[in-house]
């Protein structure tokens, strides 16, 4: 697909629903923090959420520098975004890692495979925001380490990554929904529907990975 291709609204649009994401991000770690059972790793959150508070700062910069108002292209993604985290809101801290890893861990994926349509800057941008922070080998060496010790925790987080990647792929299908400027967005970079089913079997196989790396069953 080529640069002069892209529709700005869509471009406006995928930032938008990242900004927003990264503001919810920042509210839940900050939140799911005050669960950990140690100082290590409540600071460790702590980190995490102060960097995708300064990703939700550059996200919006670059939405002013488009001549947008990031606070109208956040808003239509309010309600799908806020379903999400409300349906799966982790109920002990290492669900709250799972889904830092392997729910936050799909929705990246699928915001990479979208950006990578768009021209730069904004795809670096995007790249650069949805760069891991620290989630991935903290969530995966305390997950392992819990089911080293308590082998029955494997089966309840296994199941709780299934509901995550089901409400994620909701989640998904709901932000497109809102906007038609994002659907024809990855139906233009994807080329087809065979295109589209690509790109779903890329995701789902880095989300069956994450799950072997925690040491559950996808």
Known sequence: MTEHAVDQRAVVDLLGVLAYAELTAFDRLAEDARLAPTLEGHAALARMAAAELGHHGRLTARLAELGADPTAAMTPFVRALDAFHESTRPRTWLEGLVKAYVGDGLAADFYRE????LPDPDRGLILEVLADTGHADFAVREVRAAIASHRTVAGRLAL???RLVGEAISQSQAVIAERDQLAELIIAGTGDLAGV?????RITAAHTERMRTLGLNP
Do not use: E, S
């Open 197 to 201: 089913a690509r790109l779903v079997d």
């Open 160 to 162: 709780w990554g299934r």
């Open 114 to 117: 979208v950006a990578a349509f």
